[in-house]
Every structure is written in C-alpha cells, then in structure tokens.
C-alpha cells in the first residue's frame, strides 16, 4: 500500500482540520489531495458509455457516506473491471488505491462490496501493483470482510495460515472451499513449483501458477482430517472441496450425506455458517442438496440413490424442506435419463398424500409427466382435483397438476372443467418459468393426445372459440388443436368459417380443414373465392390440390408445377421454393407425376430437403429418391447430437417410405438402447418430447425394409 493510503488509515477519523468527516468516515487531506493529483483525463473504464470522471467521483461520495454506504454506491467502479477477452481498463490502476484504502477503513459500510470489487479486479495487468493492504484483509478483525478476503490469497500459504488461527465457523467454512479450489488448481496444472503469484489472484490460480508443493500437500491433509472429523457442517463443506479435486469423494460419502443432510437437527446450522466469498446470503441446507447433486452427475445411480434416499428420509420424517428439495433433484433426473422413472414411480404416488401442497403438486407433476405408466395411482389423482393448494414458487395448483396426470394417463375423469382450466391459463397476463423447473404444460400438450374424447371436448373448446373470436389468446391454440385431431374435429366446423375472414385466422382455420379432409373442409375452401390475398390465395390453392377430386387440374390451375420451374415463373422469381410448396406436392403424390422432372434438381436446405426427399419419392418411387438425405438427420443422433433438429421430420419420412438403409437402422437401434431424454427442450417437455420420438423410432424400424444397398 501507498505511503499516503496506509497514513490515511492511522489516521483519526474525527480530525476534521487534517479531512472530512462523514458518518464516522475519514476522507482525509492526504487522500483527498492524493485523489486529486491523479490526472484521470486520458484514462478509460470498461466501457464507453461510462466516462472516467465517474469514478473519482464515486470514490469521494463513498468516503462522504461513510458508514452509510451500500452496495449500490459501488456500482459505478464495476466499469474498472477487466471484462472477458478484454484489456484492462487503465483508469483501474489508478483507482486500485483508493479502493483498498476504503474497503480497510473500519467506518467504511460498503466494505464487503469493495472487498468483493478489489477480487473481481485482479487482472494481470495490475499484478505489479502494491496488493499488501488488500492481501492484508485475510487478517480484518470482520468475519464477513476476512470471509471475502479470501478471494484475494495470494498463494495457497495465506488460506493455510488464517485456517490455522481461524475461529469463526462462517469463515472456516469458506476456507476449507478455497482449499479445495486450490488442490484442484495444482492438479489441473499438472504439479506445482515453488513460489509464483497467481495471475487472475484466487488460490486455485496460484496453485496452477506456481505454488509450493507442500502447502498443497498440506491442504489435501487439513481436508482428510476434517472428513475424519465429527463437525456435520465442516464435514459436508470438506467433502465439497474434495469433490473439487477427487470426484469420487461425493460417491465414497453417500451414506454420510444423506444422513447429515437428512437431518432436521442441522438444518439451521447450515444456514447459520455456509458462507461463500462473493454471495452475501448463507446457503441453506437445501442448498447444499442441491450443489451435492450436481458433484454426483458422473455417477448416474449414485445420484439417482442420493435423490431417492433424500425422499425416503423426508418422507419418514416429515421434513417438507427437503423433499421439495429432493423432489426437485429428482425432476431434473427423470427428464434428463429414462432410467429414473422406475425408481421414482412409486415414490411420486405416495406423496400425493403428503401434508405439504408443495410436496403433493411435485409429486403430481412426476406423474403427469410419466403419463400412462402412473395408471396405478389414478385414483389418488382424482382426490386431487379439488385440491386448490399450491407452491409459492412454482405456477398452478396441486388440482391442475392432478389433472394433467389423469389425462396423460387417459382417464376421462380428467375431462370436466379441462378447457376451461386450460383457457384461464393461457389468457394469464406474465407468467413466467424458471426453463428446468416444474411448470404446467402448454395447452396443446394436454389436449392434442385426447383425440378419442373429442365428442365430449368439442363442445367447450367451440364454445371458447365463439367466445374468443379471432383475436382470442386462446383461439389460435385451440385451432391447433383441432387441426391435430383433424376428421375427429368436423363437428367444429360452423364455428370456423366465420374467422377465415379476419387475417389473424384465416390461414390457421385453413390448416385445420385441410386437416379435415374433403368431406369437411372442400366446400368451405371453395367458398374463400373473395380472399385474394397472395399468402391466403396460396393456401388455399395449396389445400384444393389435395381436397379436390381432379387433382392434377387443380395443380395446373394454380401453377403448382411452377414450384419446381428455376428458369422463372412467379412462385420462383425471387428465391427457391420453400418448404410449404414442396410439402404439399409430396402430400399430392402420384397426381404430380408430370413435375417429376422438374422435381429432380431440388436442391433447398433445412425443412425443405427432407420434404423434397418425400416428394421425390412420392412422384417417382426409390428409384428416383436416395436415403442419404435422411442419414443426414438420423446419424448424427446416434452419435450424441442434442440438437434434433429434423430427426422428428426424418423419421415420420422413414416410416412413410417404410424402408431404412443399413446405417440408418444400426443408429436408430442405438439410439433406442441410450437412457438419454430425446429433445433439446427443457421441463416437462423433454420426457414428451422423448416418448413421441422413441415410438416414432419403433415403427420406423419394426415397419421398414433394409434397403440391400443401403440407399
């Protein structure tokens, strides 16, 4: 530290003739004059729109706050930190000074904040400036202050030393966690060496830097010696920090875990003690299930065990806490790996009946999500529709969860008051999720696989259309709905026609006659003459071409065949057909024979290659259409793609071929045999995603030939 700052902090706070006092706060005259002797013009902070003469600004009005200062008054000095794959802003040198002077000052009441700001500044470009008033803050007779200080070790020597005279619980947790990062820094770097200074300052970056080979030695001996210890709290934070070097130590510790973490004795211990540098409030125990979780994901049944044993604990003690907790792990597992369903049936039924709402709307969102498989526990479900209970965090109530459980599984007791449930959610102004969490499904998910009660559903989604109009939030999912139940949903078909003539319907309301089929929807189409604009003119051409009986005048009349003309004509003038035109000639199929041809060259991406895969095969047969189209969709999964992009698209296009080729065969078997979810969505929707895809998967290889020479 500057000659200057470390006077400043000798100085007396109440010497007005030598500074300014404020709030018990020292801004004294060797401070002040030093702050103003620094030519800040020239100098930049972090980002343009933050001008340099903020920052000495800052710094005065901290010192005049005194021990009023917040968090919030340090904000401004956030511009002096080095961003990611950025310089170092120069204006922070010059202010790292001020801001070790006043996060020492003992009146100052912003100083964890500035501690916090002094760690997050540690950059290598400041890495020759004086650090010693920063560093010495390991020593701060402040818990919190020492607590934040260790992100500010120099060497893993310095964590050893305050550990050895350390007292305070809340910082010896912290300690034992930087111990760890430290270990795993040094095993990171392969070794270590003698002496060095870490370039980005934490201990874990000493280590890899260059630390004593001993000290590391001796930290890997302090953590053995607490996990051999009887302290709960210690025990757990040691197995955390060995778990940051030895991922196994969570593994060898499950018995351990589960019982100290499964104890409601200790629960307000933890609180009262886990601290962490940087995060001003403690971790509560279910915190710690939590992050224990997350260092068992390399063992998938050890951490399946961890979650489930959890629940049996809570269970028998009635302890809410955690088995909303462990529930919670629980849910992140079964939509994650189809191996946890087993083990989590069972569980998921019992606690229909638990005292706590939390618990019992948990657990049916377990079993929504299971769908048929919780049959057994319909019942229990139905007791539960009633059930107005709910979560303080998490949307819906335990009813309407319970609900969406019995029409998974197909249980028409699920139907009374369905629509309705599900209109009230969807005109719902601002709800919002956390993506992983628990969450009521989307309307169409509940209500597209109850195509077999559409009699007795129509009548309320009919009467919730003429009620919502074409501008209705829910009007427009409903029609998908009914476009997904296709015939099943003709009955609907008087309430339909008057919104084909508001633009914010018309061409969804088409999609759903289309689906209809002839019968239905031809007459309907025929009479939409008058609606000439170009989109809902192309669509509804699109659907004669396949409601029509004449077929190919249809196509002719609308100049389908043009979709494949690249020397010109108005569907191709500006840019290759798109997906929409090239699907619905595949839905054509053997009418569109004499574009055949034209259809050949078809060279678009995306969507379109498998739809232009399908039609080439529609029109001209195998001969004319190649599998490797497909195998560019279907291989990459089996080989750990999470994107899934068209795999969905493939499949329906290998079932409707019905034929695979030797590749694709030997990556849907694979794909089937894996315990991974089948989706790149998040919550609930994986588990859907991934039973459609996997049924999608059955047929396409117990209704497909294998091509001989693969294409």
């Known amino acids: 530290m500057d000659d200057w700052s ?123 400036a004086d650090w010693s008033g920063a560093r010495a803050l390991l020593r701060d007779p402040e818990p919190a202050v020492r607590r934040a200080a260790i992100r500010l070790a120099e060497v893993p020597g310095q964590v050893l030393e305050r550990w050895r005279v350390e007292t305070d619980p809340t910082v010896r947790v912290a300690l034992l966690l930087a111990l760890g990062e430290a270990v795993a820094g040094a095993t990171a770097a392969g070794g270590t060496a003698a002496g060095g200074t870490a370039a980005g300052g934490t201990v874990a970056g000493a280590v890899a830097a260059g630390g004593s080979g001993g000290v590391v030695d001796e930290a890997r001996a302090v953590l053995a010696d607490v996990l051999a210890g009887d302290d709960p709290v210690l025990w757990v934070a040691a197995v955390h920090a060995s778990a940051e070097f030895d991922r196994d130590v969570p593994v060898r510790q499950l018995d351990r875990l589960v019982e100290v973490l499964g104890d409601r004795t ?27 979780s997350w260092s068992l994901t390399h063992d998938q049944d050890a951490e399946l065990a961890f979650a489930v044993r959890l629940i049996e604990t809570a269970h028998r ?42 618990v019992r709307l948990r657990a049916a969102n377990l079993l929504a999500a299971l769908g048929r498989v919780a049959a057994p526990y319909a019942d229990r479900l139905a007791e539960l529709l009633d059930d107005e209970a709910g979560d303080p965090v998490l949307d819906g109530t335990v009813g309407a969860y319970a609900r969406w459980a019995l029409a998974r599984i197909g249980d028409p007791r699920a139907l009374p008051g369905l629509v309705g449930q599900l209109r009230a959610q969807e005109e719902e102004q601002g709800r919002s999720y956390v993506a992983g969490d628990p969450r009521r499904p989307e309307v169409k998910e509940v209500l597209v696989p109850l195509r077999a009660h559409a009699p007795v559903l129509l009548p309320e989604i009919r ?81 004669g071409a396949y409601l029509d009986a004449d077929r190919a005048a249809t196509l002719r009349s609308f100049g389908f065949f043009d979709v494949f003309d690249f020397a010109g004509g108005a569907v191709t003038a500006a840019e290759q057909p798109g997906y929409g035109p090239v699907g619905d000639l595949a839905e054509v199929g053997l009418d569109a024979v004499p574009a055949a041809d034209r259809g050949r060259p078809l060279a678009i991406g995306g969507y379109g290659r498998v739809a232009a895969d399908v039609t080439r ?74 039973q459609e895809l996997r049924a999608l998967v059955d047929r396409a290889l117990a209704g497909s030939a294998c091509a001989p020479d693969g294409r």
């Open 6 to 128: 470390a006077g400043f902090l000798d100085e007396g706070a109440g010497d007005e003739q030598d500074g300014v006092v404020a709030e018990g706060t020292a801004m004294t005259g060797p401070l002040l004059e030093a702050l103003d002797a620094v030519v800040w013009d020239g100098l930049e902070t972090g980002h343009p729109t933050d001008p340099v003469e903020t920052v000495p600004q800052t710094l005065r009005q901290l010192a005049r706050a005194g021990a009023q200062a917040t968090e919030e008054d340090c904000y401004p000095l956030y511009s002096l930190v080095t961003a990611e794959g950025t310089e170092t802003p120069s204006a922070a040198a010059a202010a790292l000074p001020f801001v070790i002077a006043l996060a020492a000052d003992p009146a100052m009441g912003a100083r964890v904040p500035l501690v916090d700001l002094l760690a997050d500044l540690q950059a290598p470009a400041l890495a020759g």
């Open 266 to 292: 200790l629960r307000a211990g933890f609180e009262e003690v886990w601290y962490t540098p940087g995060v001003e409030e403690p971790w509560a125990r279910e915190d710690l299930v939590r992050s224990t």
């Open 617 to 690: 095969w529609s029109i001209a047969g195998p001969a004319e259409s190649s599998l490797e189209v497909l195998e560019e969709f279907v291989l990459p999964i089996a080989d750990g793609d999470d994107s899934f992009g068209l795999f969905r698209e493939a499949l329906h296009a290998l079932i409707r071929r019905g034929e695979t080729s030797p590749a694709i065969r030997g990556a849907l078997t694979a794909v089937r045999a894996s315990d991974r979810r089948l989706s790149a969505r998040s919550s609930y929707e994986r588990v859907l995603d991934d």
């Open 317 to 358: 003690t009635g302890d809410a806490p955690l088995a909303r907790e462990a529930l919670d792990v629980a849910w992140r597992l079964l939509t994650e790996r189809r191996s946890a369903e087993a083990a989590l049936l069972p569980w998921a039924g019992r606690l229909l009946a638990d005292p706590d709402a939390a």
């Open 463 to 543: 009467e919730a259309i003429r009620q919502g109009g074409p501008r209705g939030s829910a009007t427009h999912t409903l029609l998908a709905v009914l476009g997904a139940w296709g015939a099943d949903a003709a009955p609907a078909l008087p309430d339909l026609l008057p919104l084909l003539a508001d633009t914010w319907t018309t061409i969804r309301v088409i999609d759903v006659l289309r689906a209809m089929g002839p019968a239905a929807a031809g007459p309907a189409l025929h009479a939409c003459g008058e609606l000439d604009t170009a989109g809902i003119r192309a669509a509804i051409d699109a659907s």
